[in-house]
Structure formats: structure tokens, C-alpha cells
């Protein structure tokens, strides 16, 4: 069979400029990701389509330049309202052609829910040769109504998603750095380099919040030359080695019949050169 998708998505912000250095906004907006298919032979006919997931965006803020132009401050709360929430839910079905029962994953529409929060962002220039800059975000991303038929299937009743966090969300992120562009006296390279320090919090791997991805901080490092037109860099990313899981998720087993988790490995620390020449 076949159906079609479609969507009005509106947007208007309006801004104020406060005085030369500051303008605040508002912005709301009306957005969705497209419904689809789910293509396993077999499946009842309430799993062959899932509708499109549509989004509600409002987000007040300020944009600030301070100290000449050396400072920026960029401020902004916002809030994010889902409706038909697109979740990948276990079934179990019968194929047609060979009679198998087969437990597998389809994707669902589960209910509503919510994201708020703020994000602050600042980059400073402290010298002519050193910029420094940061990035944090706080985001309360709740489900509000759904339910959850995965662990239906193994409780014995869909289960109500209401109040927990929505997954791969960290609810606070911080993203530090500092770059260096230094002229090397007596020549007319440059010496480069930049650090980042990244963290995030806990990351659910599942609606119902039973497999999550621990806090992780990563350190990456680069140095180098440039030239008027190129540049040779060496870096280190995760310079600790940090073995924390960038991710993980859930999975029903239909060999033993049991919900598994795995984690994502990360990759650990690795060591390269890059080179650039603009032409």
C-alpha cells in the first residue's frame, strides 16, 4: 500500500535590539519528522505505519557583546512540545511464509512529551592570540503520555511512559575550550593549537529508563604550524583514554527470550597528523 505524509511548518521570531551591544528574541515554530513504514512480512496491520512526529518550539533569548567586542554572551530558554513521539518498540509476529514466530523491533508512535531548558554560550578573546569559549545546556526532556509495549510484553501490560526521561538526552552538557593562534617571532608561520574538554551526563538508552550510558568527559588536543595558505597539525583525541560507553541500548533477544542491553564502545585514544592547503 501506500500513504503520504505532509506538513505545515510555520517559524516567526521577532527581536529587539536593546542598545548597540544587546538584542533579545522570541521565536516559535512548528516542525515534524516524517511517519514511515515498517516493512517485516507478517506484522499486524496497527505496526505497517507510523505517523509523523510533530513538534511545537518556542525559545526566548539574548545576544550580548560585551567589552568592545572581546565578549559574547549568548543566552536562551526554550521548550519543545512532541506529539506522536516515534519509539522503537519489541513485537512479536508470525510469517506468513514459513509459519516462524518472530520476535523483532518496530518503530511506534508512543505519545506525547516535553523538552525545556536553557543554554548559555561565551566566547572570550582574551589576547590577540588566545580565544576561549564555552558551551552549557540544561534540558529536562520528559515523556508526558504513551505507553511502552516492550515491557508489556515481558510484565504482562503496556506500561505508561509518563515522567520518564526521554532517551539519549543528557540533562546537562558543557563543551570548554581554548584555541591559541601565536605569531612564532622571526618567522612568518604561526604556532595553532586548541584544547576541548567535553562532558555529558547520563544518557537513557530506553523510555522506561532501565539501560543508561554513565557521565563522560573526554579531553582532545591538537598543535601545530600554519602558513599564509596551509597548515600541519598534530592531535590527540581522548587524550585521557576514556573508556566510558558513548552509548547503549536495548534489545530483545528472541533466542533466549530475554531484554539485553549492550553499550556502544568508544574509541579510545588516538593519535594522527592532519595537513591543509587552501587554494
Do not use: H
Amino acid at each position: 500500500g501506500d500513504k503520504t505524509f505532509s506538513d505545515f511548518a510555520p517559524r516567526l521570531t521577532v527581536d529587539y535590539k536593546l542598545n548597540a551591544d544587546t538584542m533579545l528574541y522570541a521565536q516559535a515554530a512548528k516542525g515534524s519528522k516524517a511517519g514511515g513504514f515498517n516493512a517485516q512480512l507478517g506484522l499486524d496491520a496497527r505496526y505497517l505505519t507510523y505517523k509523523g512526529e510533530t513538534i511545537r518550539a518556542m525559545e526566548l533569548g539574548a545576544k550580548n557583546r560585551l567589552l568592545g567586542g572581546r565578549l559574547l554572551v549568548n543566552l536562551a530558554l526554550f521548550q519543545n512540545d512532541l506529539s506522536d513521539l516515534q519509539l522503537s518498540n519489541a513485537i512479536t509476529f508470525t510469517n506468513p511464509f514459513t509459519g516462524a514466530v518472530t520476535n523483532d523491533t518496530a518503530i511506534v508512535n508512543v505519545g506525547k512529551a516535553r523538552t525545556r531548558g536553557l543554554e548559555a554560550e561565551v566566547m572570550y578573546q582574551a589576547t590577540k592570540w588566545l580565544q576561549l569559549s564555552g558551551n552549557y545546556a540544561y534540558t529536562n526532556a520528559k515523556a508526558l503520555a504513551g505507553t511502552e509495549t516492550t515491557n508489556g510484553s515481558v510484565f504482562g501490560g503496556n506500561m505508561s511512559v509518563a515522567g520518564f526521561t526521554l532517551q539519549r538526552t543528557p540533562k546537562q552538557s558543557l563543551a570548554v575550550s581554548a584555541g591559541v593562534d601565536l605569531p612564532i617571532q622571526g618567522t612568518a608561520l604561526n604556532f595553532v593549537s586548541r584544547a576541548d574538554v567535553i562532558y555529558q551526563s547520563r544518557r537513557y538508552a530506553d523510555i522506561t529508563n532501565t539501560t543508561w550510558a554513565d557521565p563522560f568527559t573526554r579531553l582532545n588536543l591538537n598543535a601545530g604550524v600554519r602558513g599564509k595558505d596551509w597548515r600541519l597539525v598534530a592531535f590527540v583525541r581522548n587524550a585521557t583514554n576514556d573508556k566510558t560507553p558513548g552509548n547503549a541500548f536495548r534489545y530483545f533477544d528472541a533466542g533466549t527470550f530475554l531484554r539485553t542491553a549492550a553499550d556502544f564502545p568508544t574509541r579510545l585514544r588516538q593519535y594522527g597528523l592532519t595537513g591543509s592547503y587552501d587554494f
